[in-house]
T-cell receptor, first 116, second 115 residues
Framework: GAGVSQTPSNKVTEKGKYVELRCDPISGHTALYWYRQSLGQGPEFLIY????????DSGLPNDRFFAVRPEGSVSTLKIQRTERGDSAVYLC??????????????FGPGTRLTVL | GENVEQHPSTLSVQEGDSAVIKCTYS??????FPWYKQELGKGPQLIID?????GEKKDQRIAVTLNKTAKHFSLHITETQPEDSAVYFC??????????????FGKGITLSVRP
């Protein structure tokens, strides 16, 4: 079946601009996570959605970052007034939360954001 | 919070040899430890995982061992092949069946398998 998809695959923007990154989770998965991966590092947690609500946004670095998931499926990560330090690969993962075992997270290919 | 450390940062082996990658974690309450493989330009892909109530798990050429007392876990790849070359990440979570299973990742290790 279809996996997690993310668009765009690459985004180049100028410092100070606003960007939106989209994530389409696996159909039926109720849990959705956003992570950020800087060059040479492992992914770092940003935010977790269970259904439509952001249950844990403790990883968002500051108030320029915001994410939504209005219908409990597609999610959008929004970054205002981008800075060069925001350049990274933004990864989305989803899981089924079936309660029948480990909550396996399936990752998308990521969006590579470059802020000039 | 949890801290996961991974070492070494690079590993090169001859095709057919075994590779072992080690990780340590800081929070003794962590209860689920997945391993992900990431190829260039792709997202991480789960290759094997282990729960805290299990000491070892094997899947064909891949195995993972967990030592809860020492708070470390290891990935073992036998009969390595060139297609095993990638970046491998270990991770840990405090809440594998709960409401929020956010993962804490290590920095990754680049495995190179020489033909």
């Amino acid at each position: 079946g279809a996996g997690v998809s993310q668009t765009p695959s690459n985004k180049v923007t100028e410092k100070g601009k606003y960007v939106e990154l989209r994530c389409d989770p696996i159909s039926g998965h109720t849990a959705l996570y956003w992570y950020r991966q800087s060059l040479g590092q492992g992914p770092e947690f940003l935010i977790y959605f269970q259904g439509t609500g952001a249950a844990d946004d403790s990883g968002l670095p500051n108030d320029r970052f915001f994410a939504v998931r209005p219908e409990g499926s597609v999610s959008t990560l929004k970054i205002q007034r981008t800075e060069r330090g925001d350049s990274a690969v933004y990864l989305c993962a989803s899981s089924s939360k079936s309660g029948l075992g480990p909550d396996t997270q399936y990752f998308g290919p990521g969006t590579r954001l470059t802020v000039l | 919070g949890e801290n996961v450390e991974q070492h070494p940062s690079t590993l090169s082996v001859q095709e057919g040899d075994s590779a072992v990658i080690k990780c340590t974690y800081s929070d003794s309450a962590s209860n689920y430890f997945p391993w992900y493989k990431q190829e260039l330009g792709k997202g991480p892909q789960l290759i094997i995982d282990i729960r805290s109530n299990v000491g070892e798990k094997k899947d064909q050429r891949i195995a993972v061992t967990l030592n809860k007392t020492a708070k470390h876990f290891s990935l073992h790849i036998t009969e390595t092949q060139p297609e095993d070359s990638a970046v491998y990440f270990c991770a840990a979570t405090l809440n594998y069946t709960g409401a929020n299973s956010k993962l804490t990742f290590g920095k990754g290790i680049t495995l190179s398998v020489r033909p």
